[in-house]
C-alpha cells in the first residue's frame, strides 16, 4: 500500500522585497484509496502546494516523501522518472496537443520511456473507454468538447497506474453538469485504481465529494 | 507511438512555424551555396574564356624576329620522330594600328589601337572549335575583325580601312644609330570580309583577361609580301592531343625540337676576306680570311655576346665599331664646336689587340700590341689628314650611346696616338656593285667590313646619297671625305682596345658590333655555323624567342586574382548570420509558443533532455528540408548574382562573360556540413534552458525563466564580455587599416562582429536585468512600451541584432564607395597609349618638331606637359581583369617625371606609404625608385598601386616587401616595394626607374604611355591633336578622371553587389521584426483587449505597440551605425574610406520606413480582432 507523507512544508518566493512565504509548516498524509480535496481562495498556495507535491515544484524547507522515498533527493532525470511513474496531473486547462489524437494524448507519458508498448496501448484504449470516448478514440483535442477533453486529461493521467493523482482546478472551467461529471468520474477510476487522489478547487460542491476536505489559510493547511 | 511518430506529428501540426524556421535556414543555406557557386562559377567561366578563346591552341611560339617558315615543319617532324602527333601553325603576330579608310574627306576618321593583327592561313579557323560557320579564305587586300574592333572603328563588312603595322629595321631606335621614323609600314585599303563575333579565337590574345580585345586578321601572304618577310613568320600556333602526351609539353622540350638558324634569330654569317696578287707575284696572298658574325641589330647584344664568347672562347674575337662625328687633333674643343680641320663622320673600331693571324701593323710593319685605355691607333690617311704622329693628341666626339627621348647628345675623348696603320689607296676604288681593286699589296687596315652595316649610309655609293639615323650636317664633308669613301668606304680611321670602347660606348643594346674568326681555325662554315646555333638554340629565350604554354598558363591564371567565393561568403556572413539569428528567432518564438504542450510533456514525467532531444529532432529535420530547399536556391541566388555581374554591377568584372557553374564538390559538402551543424546548433542554443524553466511557468505558458533573484549582478559576466568583444573591436579596426586583401576584410568584418555581438549582449544584459525600468512618477505610454519592448530580452535581443546586421552592412560598406580625385593621377588630365613606340620627346618643341607636329599644333602643345613612360608589357593585374597575373606591365618612369614631383605646389598622388627616407624623398616619395638596382642580385624599387599590391599581387608586407616575376622572356625578376599609392590611374602597373627598366629590359626602345598636363580646358583640344598627328603610331589619349572612374567602378559595383546583400539582410530583419512584433502582439491579445475595454483608442494601443517596435528597431539602426562607425573611423582616418551622408541618410531613413511598416502590419493584425475572446483567453 502506498503513502504519501508530507512534512513541515514550507515554500517561499525571492521578491524584491522580503520573500514571499506562500505555505508554512504543512503537513498531511495519504495512503493508496485515499483522497482529499484542498480549499481556498485564490492566491492562497492551493496549486503551489499541489504542484510541490507531484515534484513540480521544490519545496523550501519541509519533507515530502512517496512510500518513504524523498523525491527531491533524486537527479533532474530520476526526478522525471519518479513523477513518471508515481504521479499522475490533471490540470484545470486540458493542455492536450492539438497534433495528437485523443489515443496518442493519453498514451504521451509512455514517451518518457521511448515508445508505447502494446499493452500500454490496450490501457490507453481501456482508460478512454473508460472515461466514455471509446468511439472517439482517433479524434483530435479540437474536435472534442471541454468536458471531453478534461476526460482524456484524466485518461492520460492514469496511464502508467500512479500511485498518486493530483487534479489542479479540474473542473475549473466547465459547467456545473460536467463539472460533476468529471468528479464523479475521477472519483470512480480513483477508486478503482487504488490511487491516492489530491484535488485543489474553489468548488465546494466537487470539495463535498471527497473523504477528507482541508482549507489553506496563510499557507497552512487545516481541515474543514 | 513513439517519439519519431510525436516529432513528425509536430513537424506537421506547427507547420506555419516550422515552415518560417525552415526558409530562414534556406535563405541562410542559399546564401552560402550561391556565395560558393559565385566563386565557382567565376573560375569556371575565366576557366571556359581561357581555353576557348585559345581555340585548340595550347602553345605558342613568338619571336622578335621573323624565321623561316620550314622551321614550323622542323618542329612537327621532330616531334613525329618521337611518336608525338603535333599540329603547328605558323602566323604573323604584332601590334597595331587600325583606322578606318573612306572617300568622303569630310568622313570622320576613327582608329583603334593597341590591335593584335594576326596573319593567318586557311587553316587557322580549323582551330576554332566554337565557330559555326568558319570564315572564309581572305585575298590579299582583306582582313577580318572581330566586333568589339569593329564596333569601335563603326565599321561593318565590305568597309576599307588601313592597317598600321611596326616596321623599320632592327637597329634598336634609342641607339643613336637607330631609325627614329619611318617605323610603321602601312597597309592601307583593306576591305573588311568577314566580322567575327569576340568568341573563341575571335577573342584570341596572349595575355588572360576577360576583357574584350582587339582583334584584326590578315592573310599572312600578304603580311609577308608588307613587311618584307617573304617565306618567314614570327609565331606558331601549336597544338597536341593530351592522350599523346604523358604531360603537357613544357616550353623546353618545344623549344628542344624547333633548331632556329643564325639568320632566324638575326644573326650573319660571312667570309670576310681580301686576297692580294699582283703581277710581280701573281700567287695569291692572304692579307686575311675571316667568318664574321654580325647582327641586323646592328650591335650584339650581351646575351648572345656571351653565348658566343661561352661557346667559342678565344677563337671569337669581338669588334666593337662606332660613329665618330669628329675626329680632331689636340685636345678637344671646350665648346663642343665643330672646327674645320676635324674630320667629320668617321667609324672608329676596337679590336683585341693583336689580331692574330691577321694583325693590324705599323709603319715598320709590326704587329701592334696591347693598346693602353687612353692609346689609339690612326690608319694613314687619317694621321696625313689630321698631320698627326705616333705621340700626339688626338680627340673624338661621338654620340653618347643611348639617347633619350630621341635626342642624340655628344661627347669627347682625347687619345695619344700610340701607332699609324698603313692604308693602301685602291687604283680602282669601290663601285656600287664592286669592291676596290688594288696593284698595291693592301693592308689588314683595308678593311670596311669591320664596319656593321648601317641602312641609309654603308649601302650608299656617295655621302651625298647618304641619309643618316643620326643628326647629320653635310657641309662638314669635303671632297677629300668624299674620296675616302669612295676608296675605303667604310673602313675605320682609328683603332682602340676594346675595353675603352665599351666604357665610351657600351649600352644596354651591346658592346660587340660582330665577332670575327680565323679561317684558317674554321675551314667549313658547317663547322662554325653548328657551334653558334648550337649556343643560340639553347638560349633561345635570351635571343628573343620565347615559346609560351599558353594554355597552362592560362588554366593558372583562371585561379583568378580575388577568391569570388571567399569575398561573396565574407560579405554573406552577416546575411548568413542575420538568417541563423531568425532561425533561432523563429524557432524560439515556435517553443514559446508550445511552451504548454512542453509543461505537459515534462508533468507527465519526460525529462528536459528527452523533451530536448524531440525538439532537437524537430529542428534537425526543419533544417534539413531547409538546407535542401536552400541548395537550390543557392542555385537560383548564384544565378541570379551571375545575372546581375552580367548587367547592374558588370563594371565589376568589365565584361558580361560570367555563366553559372553548378557542379556540386566536396567544397559544398563540407560547407553544407559547417552551416547544418551551426544552424543545428542554432535550433539547440533557441531550446536552451527549457529544462529550468519551472513546469508550472511552462503551463501557464511562459518559457522564460524567472528571475531568483533580483541582485543586480544578476549576469555580470555578460558585461564583462561584452567591454571584452568591444576591445576586440577597437583594436581588430585599428588593425584593418593596416592590413591588406582578405586579412584586412577579414578584420574589417570581424571588428565589426564583435561590435555588434558586443552591444548586443550589453543590451541583453541591460533587458534582462530591468536596467531599463522605468520611473512609476513619470509612467506614460512610452515608458510602457520601453517595459514591453524589454519583457522579453532574448527575443528583443534577437530583433535588434538582426536589424543592427544589416545596417552595419550597408553603412560601413557603403563609406568605402569611391570618386576620382585629381591626386589618382598625379595632377594630369590625360593619359595615353600607343600602339608603336615613340622616340621623340613630345614635351619639347624640337621632339614635337622632330614627330611631324605643325606650328599650329605647336601654338597649343607649347605648354602642355607631356611625360613618357617606358613600357614593358605584361599582364593587366588592374581590378579590370580578374585572371591572376603572372607578369604585370612594367612602366618606366622617367627622372624628368620623378623630379617633376619634386616642384612645389605640384599635385601628386596619394602615398598610401614609402620607403621615403630623407626629406627630400618624404617630400617626394618617387625619388624611392632612383636606386640603382638589376632584378637579380639586388632587387628594383617598385611603386606600386596599393589595390594592385593587395588583390593582384597579395602584396600584405607593405614597403619593404620583396617579389618576383616570372617575365615574357621566362626570366624572373626580383622587386621590392619601394612605395604605394592609392586609387591611382597606375593601377595594375609595376613602375620602376627608367634606368632600373633599361638594365632589365634593355630591348624596350622608345615611349609607350603618356601622362599629359594640358593648359586649362584645351583637355579635349589637346588630346584630338596629339592623336591625330601620331596616328601612326595609334596615339590613344584618354581622360585620367575618365580611366579612373572605369576602375574605381570596380570597387564601388561591388560596394553595390555587397549593398545589395546587405538589403537582404535588412529583408530578414523586416521579416524577424514583424515576426516578433506578431508574436508579441499575439500574446499580449489579453493585455491589449483589456487596454481597450480600459477605455484605449484601437490607435491609442497600436501606437503603443508600434512605439515598442520603434525602440526595437532605432535600437538595430543606432547598433548598426554604431559598429559601423567603430570599423570604417579609423580608415577614414588612415585609409581611402568617406562617408556618403546623404545617400546612407536616405538608406536608413528606406530602412526605417520599411520596419515601421511591417510593425503596422502586425499591429493592425492584432489589435483589429474582437475584444470579449481576447479577455476570455479564447
Same mark, same amino acid.
Given at each position: ?17 522580503? *520573500? ?22 485564490? =492566491? ?14 521544490? *519545496?523550501?524547507? =519541509? ?7 524523498? *523525491? ?142 482541508? =482549507? ?9 | ?317 669581338? $669588334? ?453 525600468? $522605468? ?404
Amino acid at each position: 500500500m502506498a503513502q504519501l507523507d508530507v512534512a513541515n512544508l514550507c515554500k517561499e518566493y525571492p521578491t524584491r522585497g522580503e *520573500p514571499l512565504k506562500v505555505l508554512r509548516e504543512v503537513s498531511c498524509t495519504l495512503t493508496s484509496g485515499q483522497n482529499m480535496a484542498i480549499l481556498g481562495p485564490s =492566491g492562497c498556495g492551493k496549486s503551489t502546494l499541489l504542484y510541490c507535491i507531484g515534484t513540480l515544484e521544490t *519545496p523550501t524547507t =519541509g519533507t515530502i516523501t512517496l512510500d518513504g522515498k524523498n *523525491p527531491f533527493e533524486l537527479p533532474e532525470t530520476e526526478l522525471a522518472k519518479f513523477r513518471n511513474q508515481h504521479v499522475g496531473f490533471i490540470f484545470q486547462d486540458h493542455h492536450l496537443l492539438p497534433q495528437l489524437t485523443i489515443l496518442e494524448n493519453v498514451l504521451v507519458p509512455t514517451l518518457a520511456h521511448g515508445s508505447s508498448s502494446s499493452a500500454q496501448v490496450d490501457r490507453a484504449k481501456m482508460l478512454i473507454d473508460r472515461v466514455g470516448l471509446g468511439d472517439r478514440i482517433q479524434h483530435r483535442s479540437s474536435e472534442l468538447s471541454g468536458g471531453e477533453r478534461q476526460r482524456v486529461a484524466v485518461a492520460r493521467s492514469l496511464i502508467l497506474g500512479p500511485a498518486l493523482l493530483l487534479a489542479d482546478e479540474p473542473t475549473g472551467n466547465l459547467d456545473r453538469t460536467n463539472a460533476l461529471a468529471v468528479g464523479n468520474l475521477l472519483l470512480e477510476l480513483q477508486q478503482q485504481e487504488q490511487t491516492m487522489l489530491i484535488v485543489v478547487t474553489h468548488s465546494t460542491e466537487l470539495a463535498e465529494m471527497f473523504q477528507s476536505r482541508f =482549507g489553506l489559510d496563510d499557507g497552512r493547511l487545516q481541515p474543514m | 507511438m513513439n517519439r519519431w511518430r510525436f516529432v513528425t506529428q509536430s513537424l506537421r501540426h506547427h507547420w506555419r512555424t516550422n515552415l518560417a524556421v525552415s526558409l530562414g535556414v534556406a535563405v541562410a543555406t542559399a546564401v552560402l551555396i550561391g556565395a560558393l557557386l559565385v566563386g565557382d562559377s567565376v573560375r569556371g567561366s575565366l576557366r571556359d574564356l581561357a581555353l576557348s578563346r585559345l581555340g585548340r591552341t595550347q602553345a605558342v611560339v613568338l619571336s622578335e624576329r621573323y624565321f623561316r617558315d620550314e622551321a614550323v615543319g622542323q618542329l612537327v617532324a621532330n616531334f613525329a620522330e618521337q611518336g608525338i602527333s603535333l599540329e603547328a601553325q605558323p602566323l604573323m603576330f604584332m601590334q597595331g594600328t587600325v583606322q578606318t579608310q573612306s572617300t568622303d574627306p569630310a568622313a570622320r576618321i576613327r582608329l583603334a589601337g593597341n590591335v593584335a593583327i594576326l596573319g593567318i592561313e586557311a587553316g587557322f579557323w580549323d582551330w576554332d572549335e566554337t565557330l559555326a560557320e568558319k570564315p572564309r579564305q581572305l585575298e590579299a587586300d582583306e582582313l577580318i575583325l572581330n566586333q568589339p574592333l569593329a564596333n569601335e572603328l563603326g565599321v561593318e563588312v565590305g568597309d576599307m580601312v588601313s592597317l598600321r603595322l611596326p616596321g623599320g629595321n632592327d637597329v634598336p631606335p634609342d641607339s643613336p644609330l637607330g631609325r627614329k621614323t619611318d617605323r610603321v609600314q602601312g597597309l592601307p585599303r583593306m576591305t573588311v570580309a568577314e566580322i567575327v563575333p569576340a568568341e573563341g579565337l575571335g577573342r584570341f590574345g596572349l595575355h588572360p583577361t576577360q576583357q574584350l580585345p582587339y582583334n584584326a586578321f590578315v592573310s599572312r601572304a600578304r603580311l609577308q609580301t608588307a613587311l618584307g618577310q617573304s617565306e618567314r613568320t614570327n609565331a606558331i600556333f601549336i597544338s597536341w592531343d593530351d592522350s599523346d602526351v604523358k604531360s603537357p609539353l613544357s616550353p623546353a622540350e618545344i623549344s628542344a625540337a624547333m633548331p632556329l638558324t643564325l639568320e632566324d634569330f638575326g644573326f650573319s654569317l660571312t667570309r670576310v676576306e681580301r686576297e692580294f696578287s699582283s703581277d710581280e707575284d701573281p700567287e695569291s696572298e692572304k692579307i686575311f680570311d675571316w667568318w664574321q658574325l654580325s647582327s641586323s641589330r646592328m650591335m650584339i647584344g650581351d646575351a648572345a655576346a656571351q653565348l658566343v664568347r661561352e661557346q667559342l672562347g678565344d677563337q671569337a674575337r669581338p $669588334v666593337f665599331t662606332y660613329l665618330a662625328t669628329s675626329i680632331g687633333k689636340g685636345q678637344p674643343p671646350a665648346d663642343s664646336a665643330y672646327t674645320d680641320d676635324e674630320i667629320p663622320y668617321s667609324t672608329v673600331t676596337a679590336l683585341g689587340f693583336p689580331l692574330s693571324p691577321y694583325p693590324l701593323l705599323n709603319v715598320e710593319g709590326n704587329p701592334i700590341e696591347n693598346l693602353a685605355d687612353d692609346q689609339v691607333v690612326l690608319n694613314q690617311w687619317t694621321a696625313d689628314r689630321l698631320e698627326a704622329a705616333v705621340g700626339d693628341a688626338v680627340y673624338l666626339t661621338y654620340f653618347n650611346p643611348e639617347s633619350t627621348h630621341g635626342v642624340a647628345s655628344e661627347s669627347s675623348a682625347a687619345f695619344t696616338v700610340a701607332a699609324i696603320t698603313p692604308l693602301t689607296t685602291p687604283d680602282e676604288p669601290y663601285q656600287r656593285r664592286q669592291g676596290a681593286t688594288y696593284t698595291t699589296r693592301p693592308t689588314t687596315a683595308n678593311d670596311p667590313d669591320l664596319t656593321p652595316t648601317v641602312e641609309g649610309i654603308t649601302d650608299q655609293a656617295s655621302i651625298n646619297d647618304w641619309d643618316p639615323p643620326f643628326p647629320y650636317d653635310a657641309n662638314r664633308v669635303d671632297s677629300e671625305d668624299e674620296t675616302y669613301w669612295d676608296n675605303f668606304r667604310t673602313t675605320p680611321k682609328v683603332f682602340l682596345s676594346l675595353e675603352t670602347a665599351r666604357k665610351l660606348w657600351g649600352s644596354r643594346f651591346g658592346s660587340v658590333t660582330s665577332f670575327r674568326f680565323a679561317a684558317s681555325d674554321f675551314p667549313d662554315e658547317a663547322t662554325l655555323r653548328s657551334e653558334l646555333e648550337m649556343a643560340f638554340n639553347s638560349h633561345k629565350s635570351s635571343l628573343g624567342v620565347q615559346v609560351l604554354a599558353v594554355r597552362q598558363d592560362a588554366l593558372r591564371a583562371a585561379a583568378g586574382t580575388t577568391p569570388f567565393n571567399v569575398l561573396f561568403l565574407g560579405f554573406s556572413f552577416f546575411i548568413i548570420a542575420a538568417a541563423l539569428l531568425l532561425v533561432a528567432l523563429l524557432f524560439r518564438l515556435g517553443i514559446e509558443q508550445r511552451a504548454k504542450e512542453i509543461g505537459t510533456l515534462m508533468a507527465t514525467g519526460l525529462n528536459s533532455r528527452a523533451i530536448s532531444g524531440m525538439l532537437t529532432l524537430e529542428g534537425a529535420m526543419v533544417t534539413a528540408i531547409g538546407m535542401i530547399v536552400g541548395c537550390l536556391l543557392g542555385v537560383g541566388y548564384a544565378w541570379l548574382m551571375l545575372a546581375g555581374l552580367r548587367t547592374w554591377w558588370l563594371d565589376a568584372v568589365v565584361t558580361p562573360f560570367l555563366q553559372l557553374h553548378a557542379v556540386p564538390g566536396i567544397t559544398h559538402l563540407v560547407a553544407l556540413l559547417v552551416f547544418a551543424g551551426i544552424a543545428l546548433g542554432t535550433i539547440v542554443w533557441s531550446i536552451r534552458g527549457l529544462g529550468s524553466v519551472p513546469v508550472r511557468s511552462l503551463l501557464g505558458g511562459i518559457v522564460v525563466r524567472a528571475s531568483t533573484s533580483y541582485a543586480k549582478h544578476q549576469a555580470r559576466w555578460a558585461r564583462l564580455v561584452a567591454a571584452l568583444l568591444l576591445a576586440v573591436a577597437f583594436a581588430l579596426a585599428a588593425i584593418a587599416t593596416q592590413l591588406g586583401g582578405e586579412a584586412q576584410a577579414g578584420a574589417f568584418l570581424g571588428s565589426g562582429a564583435a561590435v555588434l555581438s558586443a552591444v548586443m549582449l550589453y543590451l541583453w544584459y541591460r533587458f534582462r536585468n530591468q536596467l531599463l525600468t $522605468v520611473r512609476p512618477e513619470r509612467f506614460s505610454i512610452s515608458q510602457l512600451a520601453i517595459s514591453n519592448a524589454m519583457r522579453n530580452p532574448g527575443r528583443s535581443t534577437l530583433t535588434i541584432g538582426l536589424m543592427a546586421a544589416a545596417c552595419f552592412l550597408v553603412i560601413a560598406i557603403g563609406s568605402f564607395r569611391l570618386t576620382p580625385s585629381e591626386q589618382g593621377a598625379g595632377g594630369r588630365d590625360l593619359m595615353a597609349e600607343s600602339s608603336q613606340p615613340i622616340y621623340h620627346d613630345l614635351s619639347t618643341p624640337q621632339g614635337r618638331y622632330d614627330a611631324g607636329f605643325t606650328d599650329d599644333e605647336e601654338t597649343l602643345l607649347t605648354n602642355t606637359e607631356i611625360e613618357p613612360l617606358r613600357v614593358q608589357p605584361g599582364d593587366d593585374a588592374s581590378c579590370l581583369n580578374l585572371y591572376q597575373s603572372n607578369s604585370p606591365r612594367v612602366l618606366g618612369v622617367t627622372p624628368r617625371m620623378i623630379e617633376a614631383y619634386s616642384e612645389a605646389n605640384r599635385v601628386s598622388f596619394d602615398w598610401a606609404a614609402s620607403a621615403a627616407q630623407t626629406p627630400e624623398e618624404r617630400s617626394n616619395p618617387w625619388l624611392v625608385l632612383e636606386k640603382e638596382a638589376e632584378g637579380k642580385e639586388i632587387p628594383i624599387p617598385v611603386v606600386i598601386d596599393k589595390n594592385t599590391a593587395m588583390y593582384a599581387l597579395h602584396l600584405y608586407g607593405g614597403v619593404g616587401e620583396q617579389f618576383e616575376t616570372l617575365d615574357d622572356d621566362g626570366r624572373t625578376t626580383q622587386y621590392v616595394v619601394a612605395g604605394l599609392i592609392s586609387n591611382s590611374i597606375f593601377q595594375g602597373n609595376l613602375l620602376v626607374s627608367e634606368e632600373n627598366f633599361l638594365k632589365r629590359f634593355p630591348d624596350v626602345n622608345g615611349y609607350r604611355m603618356f601622362l599629359i598636363r594640358s593648359p586649362e580646358g584645351q583637355s579635349e583640344e589637346v588630346a584630338a591633336t596629339l592623336e591625330n598627328r601620331l596616328a601612326d603610331q595609334g596615339f590613344d589619349t584618354t581622360q585620367t578622371e575618365q580611366y579612373l572612374e572605369s576602375l574605381l567602378a570596380v570597387q564601388n559595383t561591388y560596394i553595390s553587389t555587397f549593398q545589395s546583400l546587405g538589403g537582404l539582410g535588412l529583408l530578414l530583419g523586416t521579416f524577424g521584426l514583424a515576426a516578433v512584433q506578431l508574436r508579441n502582439a499575439l500574446e499580449r491579445r489579453g493585455e491589449l483587449a483589456l487596454l481597450q475595454a480600459a477605455g484605449f483608442s484601437r490607435g491609442r494601443v497600436g501606437r503603443l505597440v508600434l512605439q515598442e517596435t520603434v525602440i526595437l528597431l532605432l535600437g538595430g539602426l543606432a547598433t548598426g551605425i554604431f559598429a559601423a562607425a567603430v570599423t570604417v573611423v579609423p580608415h577614414m582616418i588612415f585609409g581611402d574610406a568617406t562617408v556618403p551622408f546623404e545617400t546612407l541618410g536616405v538608406t536608413l531613413l528606406l530602412i526605417l520606413i520599411a520596419g515601421l511598416l511591417s510593425s503596422f502590419w502586425a499591429v493592425r493584425s492584432t489589435t483589429q480582432g474582437a475584444i470579449l475572446p481576447a479577455l476570455r483567453g479564447d
